[in-house]
């Protein structure tokens, strides 16, 4: 998403790759979520000149037939992951691209090891190079990057499992809060 994309394309074009983004989010909702999302994604590039491809159909029911059965925080997100770098895997072999990543690298939220992992083997079952960095060291850059721009920033990953997760996390923390009272 836009806020991510602020510090992981700055670096990656400070180490030489010539960057353009892939857009394809299986896994947002509501779909308002997605088109927020995407419109967020679609404003910071034109503003820095970053070509993107855009995967334009909204594929949450791909997201959902694949995780069905696999709802664990863990179990779903390796499988949203291993969904998402395979299309972007076969987006840039088809495109003859040497190298593809993901924003994902920069939260304290992904499960980094995880998308390595599947990147890595995606790249030696593609032919295309995964290039991992720990861009985490970027976090706190890319929160103010993005609160300088009014970039929409999410409460969640996207997931409609996610969603119920953080609903539930604040509906918690706001019954702790009136029960101190």
């Known amino acids: 998403c836009g806020p991510c994309a602020t510090y992981t394309i700055r670096r990656s074009c400070e180490q030489g790759f010539a960057v353009t983004g892939f857009w394809?989010?299986?896994n947002i909702h509501p779909f308002s979520e997605h088109e927020r999302r995407r419109e967020c994604v679609r404003d910071y590039a034109a503003d820095i000149s970053l070509p993107v491809i855009w995967?334009?159909?909204y594929e949450m029911l791909a997201f959902l037939r694949?995780?069905?059965?696999?709802?664990?925080?863990?179990?779903r997100c390796a499988i949203c992951y291993r969904l998402r770098l395979e299309r972007t895997v076969r987006v840039?072999?088809?495109r003859g691209f040497d190298a593809f990543s993901t924003t994902l690298l920069i939260s304290p939220h992904q499960q980094q090891a995880a998308i390595r992992a599947i990147g890595e083997q995606l790249a030696g079952e593609y032919g295309v190079e995964f290039y991992f960095e720990n861009f985490r060291q970027g976090w706190?850059?890319?929160g103010q990057a993005a609160r300088e721009r009014g970039m929409y920033q999410q409460r969640y990953c996207g997931c409609v499992y996610s969603e119920w997760e953080a609903h539930d996390r604040q509906a918690t923390t706001m019954r702790r809060r009136a029960d101190s009272e």
């Open 24 to 26: 394809y989010n299986p």
């Open 55 to 57: 995967s334009e159909q």
């Open 66 to 75: 694949a995780v069905v059965g696999h709802e664990m925080v863990g179990e």
């Open 92 to 94: 840039a072999r088809e």
């Open 140 to 142: 706190a850059e890319r």
